[in-house]
């Protein structure tokens, strides 16, 4: 199915390419942020060498703006690539249902082929530019930052193994407990579309009958149905946040604690422990991203 799926990227393999390479870009420069900023702390502001602040501010400054102008670049190439994969995708299912047989025609409801062709394309259009985009940004960040973690201190980066198995096992529960709510939701789609379809067409028989109360309360009943599901769906997608947090609060604590113990034996400096932190927030927010997708 996925095979199928990527036939319809057609011409738009360019953008599709060109997205992960500018994130790529983007990931390296905002990882390099942090390790500038520990020297602007180690070697200008405790060591009072205001020009080597201003030196390295200016860098930082230019570093950002790359990282900026990339980030905005494969914002757009994803959804340029998105939007062509949802066209071309739209237009091959239509094709193909112009060429049903009468038996096809009589399997699948034309509500069903409406949410396909509208609500199911933008979601599978959503994935995949989040794919392009996000999952590629997510495992690069998070390789790139626990690299630099290890390289600055091995000892205090042994809490993000504890972390990311945690954050794991919190995600994999709420995927597990969440897909099938969804699936029962876009079925739910299917009926409120049948029942919209079937009140528009026959719209004039509904007022011959004075019908129109039965309509909207089955419309009503429907609809309430679709968002009790979808309110039961982010009970449980909302945990990653709490989750995500409070894991953040801890390893800032862990690195506060064990880090000042550090520095004081000069094991390690002020502003190594700043960029350790801010690591510890790259690593787990790229677990959350690539939860989204």
Request: glycine share 6%; proline share 2%.
């Amino acid at each position: 199915m996925i095979k199928k799926l990527m036939s319809y990227i057609g011409e738009y393999k360019r953008d599709t390419l060109l997205s992960p390479i500018s994130v790529t870009f983007e990931v390296i420069l905002e990882v390099l942020l942090p390790m500038l900023m520990a020297k602007v702390i180690d070697n200008g502001v405790e060591a009072g060498n205001m020009n080597y602040v201003v030196k390295m501010g200016l860098l930082m400054l230019v570093v950002a703006m790359l990282s900026l102008a990339a980030g905005t670049l494969s914002g757009v190439f994803a959804a340029r690539a998105s939007m062509g994969f949802g066209k071309n995708l739209r237009k091959a299912m239509y094709d193909n249902i112009q060429d049903f047989s009468f038996q096809n025609i009589d399997h699948f409801s034309t509500a069903g082929l409406v949410t396909r062709m509208t609500t199911d394309v933008t979601n599978v259009q959503n994935a995949y530019q989040m794919l392009i985009r996000m999952f590629v940004r997510a495992p690069i960040m998070m390789i790139s930052a626990l690299v630099m973690c290890v390289s600055i201190s091995p000892k205090i980066s042994l809490i993000f193994l504890i972390a990311l198995v945690f954050l794991g096992g919190v995600m994999a529960f709420i995927v597990s407990h969440a897909f099938p709510i969804f699936d029962k939701m876009f079925k739910g789609y299917d009926k409120l579309n049948a029942s919209v379809q079937e009140n528009l067409t026959g719209i004039r028989t509904v007022k011959a009958y004075v019908r129109e109360s039965h309509e909207i309360d089955k419309f009503n009943v429907t609809s309430k149905r679709i968002l009790q599901l979808s309110k039961s769906a982010e009970k449980r997608i909302i945990l990653q946040m709490p989750c995500m947090f409070a894991m953040i609060f801890i390893c800032i604590i862990y690195f506060s604690y064990t880090g000042a113990q550090m520095i004081v034996v000069q094991d390690l400096t002020t502003g190594s422990l700043m960029s350790l932190i801010t690591y510890s927030v790259q690593i787990l927010s790229c677990l959350m991203m690539a939860f989204m997708v």
